[in-house]
């Protein structure tokens, strides 16, 4: 999802200006990486419902919306009747929704395939299964051991996830304090022949539904502090698959295609690491926990331009 709007939430001022600010450079990330690698990144700006399955959910929401609005966001309370001429799938029973119609979604697996076409187009090399140490000499950063075998570097990028704190040779001082947060995620399929289950990006406080122009429809995220491990366990199906239902019951009828488990990066108060270290020659590009493919762009301009020694906004 790239959805600034519906991920607001309390406290998290400086977040939301980050994410809105990269959700504004996506329409021309995406056009220009399709053009010139003739491949698809899945974006679309959809809008999204962030829906209140019952009163208790109404109550949050509310008070999620009237943040929203203070905040300047575009963003309508939408009565129970409203949002399902918007999305007739939707329960019979739900309480209310936030329409935001600015948000969008992109599809991670063909946004990578498309960047790796840019990258080998472009000359970079990518390499992977390799064991990776950062080299310091004196004061600074000197470049990257993969395999023993050294590559010198003006600047070195940490955009290792959840394992940025952790990779060889960084200096104790430096090394980002960043954890992992399991996310489980399911994935369905409409039938053939069938209506799509949603146009827009679907959410409740307790799931969200994402569907592809395919037919393939995601529903996630499960957040679990279980340190390392990216097993899929039937708990989180079934709190994922319950969560679904409840909004959209035609849920129920899909094709069951498959789950995953991967790891947020996150950090102590959730911003992102994004520009120079305190080490001349690394540069953070880290710890970006729920927001990775929504930062993409702003991430991108930033590394790119703290690699050439600009400034970089705070």
Same mark, same amino acid.
């Not at 309390?10 to 990486?33: H, I, K, Q, V, Y």
């Not at 010139?36 to 929401?61: I, W």
């Not at 075998?149 to 001082?173: H, I, N, Q, Y």
């Given at each position: ?7 607001? &939430? ?13 959700? $504004? ?45 203070? !905040?300047?966001?575009?963003? &309508?309370?939408?009565?129970?009747? $409203? ?10 029973? /739900? ?23 840019? /990258?080998?187009?472009? =000359? ?25 075998? +050294? ?33 489980? !995620? ?11 289950? $949603?146009?827009? /990006? ?24 279980? =340190? +390392? ?24 009828? !899909?094709? +069951?295609? =498959?789950? !995953? ?31 990775? /493919? ?21």
């Amino acid at each position: 999802m790239l959805a600034p709007v519906t991920e607001a &939430d309390f406290g998290e001022d400086e977040l939301l200006r980050l994410n809105l600010e990269s959700a $504004a450079l996506w329409p021309g990330f995406a056009a220009e990486l399709e053009e010139r690698t003739g491949m698809p990144t899945g974006y679309a700006r959809s809008g999204a419902l962030f829906v209140a399955v019952d009163r208790d959910d109404a109550a949050e929401l509310r008070r999620l919306h009237d943040l929203q609005r203070s !905040l300047g966001l575009d963003a &309508d309370w939408l009565v129970p009747s $409203a949002a399902r001429r918007l999305e007739p799938g939707l329960a019979p029973r /739900i309480a209310g929704a936030i329409d935001a119609r600015g948000e969008a979604h992109a599809d991670p697996v063909a946004l990578v395939a498309a960047l790796t076409r840019a /990258i080998d187009d472009e =000359g970079g090399e990518i390499r992977s299964g390799v064991e990776v140490a950062i080299r310091v000499e004196g004061e600074r950063v000197a470049g990257v051991e993969a395999d023993a075998d +050294f590559t010198a570097a003006g600047a070195v990028v940490l955009a290792a996830g959840c394992w940025s704190g952790r990779v060889a040779g960084l200096p104790a001082e430096v090394a980002p304090a960043i954890h992992p947060v399991r996310g489980q !995620l399911l994935h369905l399929r409409t039938r053939p022949g069938a209506a799509p289950l $949603a146009e827009r /990006i679907v959410r409740t406080p307790r799931c969200y539904v994402v569907p592809r122009p395919d037919g393939r429809v995601v529903v996630g995220a499960t957040s679990d502090e279980r =340190g +390392f491990d990216t097993t899929v366990d039937a708990g989180g199906v079934h709190r994922l698959i319950e969560a679904a239902w409840e909004v959209l019951p035609d849920v129920w009828e !899909l094709e +069951f295609a =498959g789950a !995953l488990a991967g790891l947020r990066p996150a950090t102590p108060d959730n911003r992102p690491l994004i520009g120079p270290a305190p080490l001349d020659g690394l540069v953070y590009a880290t710890g970006h926990y729920r927001n990775g /493919i929504l930062l993409a762009p702003l991430t991108a301009a930033r590394v790119a331009a703290a690699v050439a020694g600009e400034r970089v906004a705070a």
